[in-house]
């Protein structure tokens, strides 16, 4: 029902955009949140984005990332500008009923997507 891609390995000050692709249903009722979780860490609130389109971004990445979607397409994007070594982790798309930041709040999770930021 939802399936993260678009990892990969950059550069530390690169730019990089993940992909989720939902189905239809989760796509048009729910809200689609991105997290990340490196290694040894709790798996971290990045963005969410609502049925309705509205936006929320965590504080410590809202400068640099960006929650957008595609309506047609059923896709939620992550933009991830100025990427820093610390940004290495696997990204996570989830769907919920509302924009919160608790993993537990999202009951549907695709398989993660690796981003490794080389310093």
């Known amino acids: 029902q939802l399936q993260a891609s678009g990892g990969g390995l950059v550069q530390a000050g690169e730019s990089l955009g993940l992909s989720c692709a939902a189905s239809?249903?989760?796509?048009?009722?729910?809200?689609i949140a991105w997290f990340r979780q490196a290694p040894g860490k709790e798996r971290e609130f990045l963005a969410a984005?609502?049925?309705?389109?509205?936006?929320r971004h965590a504080i410590a990445v809202k400068d640099r990332f960006t929650i957008s979607r595609e309506k047609s397409k059923s896709m939620v994007y992550l933009q991830m500008n100025n990427l820093r070594h610390e940004d290495t982790a696997v990204f996570y798309c989830?769907?919920?009923?509302?924009?919160?930041?608790?993993?537990?709040?999202?009951?549907?999770w695709g398989q993660g997507t690796q981003v490794t930021v080389s310093s």
């Open positions: 989830a769907a919920g009923s509302l924009p919160t930041s608790k993993s537990n709040d999202y009951p549907y």
């Open positions: 239809g249903s989760i796509f048009s009722s729910h809200t």
């Open positions: 984005i609502t049925s309705g389109g509205g936006t």
